[in-house]
């Protein structure tokens, strides 16, 4: 590679570390938050828990179009896009007054991490064809740090305003879901000019990809996707809340999702490794062993949740790596990468949204977390379930050989 070519990939691996940033504070700030929020707005913490199922099914909804608006405005032309309206969505919804601004601004930001969500790994598949493993790792890793920093810092940030409790939740979700965005807009932009430049000379490409949905291993990574999403962010919405109840305090209650995904960068930083050789085919299945040893932790000795977050966090991490490889290297190319992405995530994202309200109605009605717990080892279990399928080398849109 030219000391030219070095240094645009440099660029390019710096823009999407920054958009990667993103993609993640907004959501997570939210659970350290929840109780703040519940007091101030006089919303009821299980109708708060909703939040993330606004999310979650917004993801659903606009994953299966996301693949057309990629070949219309080109990868980088709709992530670009994406990112601005995650900029508008988080100040929509710290806008002080009417409590709809918080409904509004979720949803808004919920449709612009769809859009990155499907894309970026496309974009990974075109951009580093012989590095994807390393690349998703550090990509999801990142997800997992910044999430981890948004999570622990959301209180702290939350009560630099006094005793304003409403600013207070409002300029921390603007803070921990924002303050990158104008740099990682001017990166990615930088980085995807001459693309969008070229989109807009070039004729529309024809629609294709419509198989995809008739496809038995994408429905496969489908479910992969929705099992392992569900896990993630049950455990971020209410790992807070499940802390505040063993008698720790809320920024306490803060650090422990921020362990929670500092170590869920771990187990991104570790998927490199386990997605290598002979073991790329083992770890879909056998990653789920980890998680159950966290959530019987839970159970059996719920006061050391602070320790059962590690193991929960390195399979969170994991996982979501290995679902987001799995959405490159069942595919032959970048465009059937990006279809495979936005059904997998459609059909997904519409499991996991189930997910944390099932959870939190659960805890509610029961008013002890063991009956909520059980989601997540159902969950597990068929999470393992999948990787038996997915781990096999087979490709999407091809018939098995």
Not at 282 to 306: E, R, S
Request: proline content about 4%; charged content about 10%; glycine content about 12%.
């Amino acid at each position: 590679m030219t000391q030219r070519g070095r240094k645009q990939a440099a660029v390019a691996i710096v823009a999407l570390c920054l958009v990667a940033t993103l993609m993640r504070p907004a959501i997570t700030a939210v659970g350290p938050l929840i109780d703040r929020i519940a007091g101030d707005t006089g919303t009821p913490l299980a109708v708060l828990g909703s939040l993330s199922t606004i999310v979650l099914i917004t993801w659903a909804i606009v994953s299966p179009f996301t693949h057309g608006l990629g070949r219309k405005l080109g990868l980088g032309g709709a992530v670009l896009a994406a990112m601005g309206l995650l900029l508008v969505g988080a100040i929509v919804r710290s806008l002080p007054g009417s409590d709809a601004w918080l409904w509004i601004g979720t949803a808004l930001i919920g449709v612009a991490l769809a859009i990155g969500n499907v894309l970026l790994p496309a974009v990974i598949k075109r951009d580093f064809p012989l590095r994807v493993p390393l690349m998703m790792g550090v990509y999801s890793a990142i997800l997992g740090g910044a999430g981890a920093v948004a999570s622990g810092l959301a209180v702290p940030i939350s009560e630099l305003s006094g005793g304003d409790v409403g600013s207070g939740w409002r300029t921390s979700l603007l803070i921990t879901g924002a303050v990158v965005a104008p740099f990682a807009l001017v990166m990615w932009w930088t980085v995807s000019r001459h693309e969008m430049r070229a989109m807009r000379a070039a004729p529309s490409a024809p629609a294709t990809r419509l198989g995809i949905w008739r496809d038995p291993v994408a429905w496969q990574v489908a479910g992969y996707m929705g099992v392992q999403s569900t896990t993630f962010y049950v455990l971020v919405t209410w790992i807070a809340t499940m802390s505040l109840d063993t008698g720790r305090g809320d920024v306490l209650a803060g650090i422990d999702v921020m362990v929670y995904q500092i170590f869920s960068l771990v187990g991104s930083l570790s998927l490199a490794f386990v997605m290598r050789g002979r073991a790329a085919r083992i770890t879909p299945a056998a990653l789920p062993a980890l998680g159950l040893i966290g959530i019987a932790g839970l159970m059996i000795w719920p006061a050391a949740i602070g320790f059962w977050v590690v193991p929960l966090g390195v399979f969170s991490g994991l996982s979501l790596g290995v679902s987001l490889t799995l959405m490159a290297d069942r595919a032959r190319d970048h465009a059937t990468s990006s279809a495979l992405s936005g059904m997998s995530q459609s059909v997904g994202y519409a499991i996991a949204a189930v997910g944390p309200a099932l959870f939190g109605a659960l805890h509610a009605l029961t008013n002890n977390w063991t009956v909520s717990l059980i989601v997540l080892i159902v969950s597990m279990s068929l999470q393992a379930l999948f990787g038996a399928f997915v781990g096999r080398d087979r490709y999407v849109l091809e018939s098995k050989g």
